[in-house]
Every structure is written in structure tokens, then in C-alpha cells.
């Protein structure tokens, strides 16, 4: 069974503290990974598909990476409004994307 | 481009009672995701549907059915409502190729009392 393991739970960063989100996963065939961000009392909203290791995606402050067995959103010199909880999922080849629980990211200005 | 649009945003049920909650998906989108979220689970895959059939669905019980329409647009059934039923359903589509990106609405809150 596909699984996918976020951490930390929680991120409090200072404005222009740089950090990285984690990702590991276990799937038997890797189709793709996404990255989401979700904003309080809204859908994720997609940021990242990754499809093999070494894959790398970038987006403003925003990059993720992709190994074998994890992937990382790294966030450079973040800003208040970066502040969301960043989700990670996997296609497995099971036709429908596992999630992990998710990371919350505060950042203070 | 209109994004997901799910109805109603919002809702209140008592126990027993059934819901039914609508989707719309992206124009040009087949296939449509129905997903649980809460706080201790997080997502958890319901059911999708592409082209008016099921083509996977998550552990869930029997009372959680849907259907999708010739129009894309689909809808989802709860019956016999519980309290842990309690949740944030989310409605996403895509263009249903394998490890195409889902594409999310703003969800409805169900509450049950």
C-alpha cells in the first residue's frame, strides 16, 4: 500500500529564514509526486508534479527535488504570505493520489 | 478558466438524515475525484469517475456513493449520516491521463449534529 509521511507537522519560520519540508514515501511503482499548498477553508491548490529522481521543479521561493525515496520543498527567504499548509502526494499507479497528513508553515514577519 | 465549483459550501445535518453535494469540474476536464478530509486522517480517497463510470474507489462504507453526469459534472451521496461524517469534502478534477495533477475546489463543510 502507498504510503506518504510529512514532516515536520509544524514550521515556524522568520521572514527571510530559509528551510526545508519533507516527504517520504513508499510506493511500489512511482508515477508522479505533487506538491499542494492549502490556504485555511480552501481546496490544495497544485504547485509541483515530480516524476523521477533527480527531477527538479521551481516556483517564486518555492523548489522541490525528488529522490528515490523522498522528496523536499525547499523554501527560500520565505514571506508571510507563504504561510499554508504544504501537502505531498503520490500516484502509485493505483489510479488516485495518496496524501501525507501535511506540513503547517507559519512564517513571521 | 473557472475553476472547481462545489455547492454548497456549508452545510448542517442531524444524524440519519442523507446529503447529497455537487460538483463542477474544470471545462474540458473527465474525471472527477471525491476526497475526505479531517483533521486527524487528512485526505482520504473516496472515489473517482471518468466518462460517467467508476473507475476506483477508496475504503469507505456503502453509504458514500456518486455519479458523474454526460456533462462531467458529478455528485456525491451520504445516507444514514454519523457523526464522524463530520468533514471537509473536496471535489477534484482532471484530465483522468495516469499522474495528472488533481485540481481542487474550496470543498464543503459538512457538519453533522
Known amino acids: 500500500e502507498d504510503q506518504v509521511t510529512q514532516s515536520p507537522e509544524a514550521l515556524r519560520l522568520q521572514e527571510g529564514e530559509s528551510s526545508s519540508l519533507n516527504c517520504s514515501y513508499t510506493?511500489?511503482?512511482?508515477?508522479?509526486l505533487f506538491w499542494y499548498r492549502q490556504d485555511p477553508g480552501k481546496g490544495p491548490e497544485f504547485l509541483f508534479t515530480l516524476y523521477s529522481a533527480g527531477e527538479e521543479k521551481e516556483k517564486e521561493r518555492l523548489k522541490a527535488t525528488l529522490t528515490k525515496k523522498e522528496s523536499f520543498l525547499h523554501i527560500t527567504a520565505p514571506k508571510p504570505e507563504d504561510s499554508a499548509t504544504y501537502l505531498c502526494a503520490v500516484d502509485g499507479g493505483s489510479e488516485k493520489l495518496v496524501f501525507g497528513k501535511g506540513t503547517k508553515l507559519t512564517v513571521n514577519p | 478558466k473557472a475553476g472547481v465549483t462545489q455547492t454548497p459550501r456549508y452545510l448542517i445535518k442531524t444524524r440519519g438524515q442523507q446529503v447529497t453535494l455537487s460538483c463542477s469540474p474544470i471545462?474540458?476536464?473527465?474525471?472527477v475525484s471525491w476526497y475526505q478530509q479531517t483533521p486527524g486522517q487528512g485526505l482520504q480517497f473516496l472515489f473517482e469517475y471518468f466518462s460517467e463510470t467508476q473507475r476506483n474507489k477508496g475504503n469507505f462504507p456503502g453509504r458514500f456513493s456518486g455519479r458523474q453526469f454526460s456533462n462531467s459534472r458529478s455528485e456525491m451521496n451520504v445516507s444514514t449520516l454519523e457523526l464522524g461524517d463530520s468533514a471537509l469534502y473536496l471535489c477534484?478534477?482532471?484530465?483522468?491521463?495516469?499522474?495528472?495533477?488533481?485540481?481542487f475546489g474550496n470543498g464543503t463543510r459538512l457538519t453533522v449534529t
Open positions: 510506493v511500489s511503482g512511482l508515477r508522479g
Open positions: 471545462s474540458g476536464h473527465r474525471s
Open positions: 477534484a478534477s482532471s484530465i483522468g491521463q495516469s499522474n495528472s495533477p488533481l485540481h
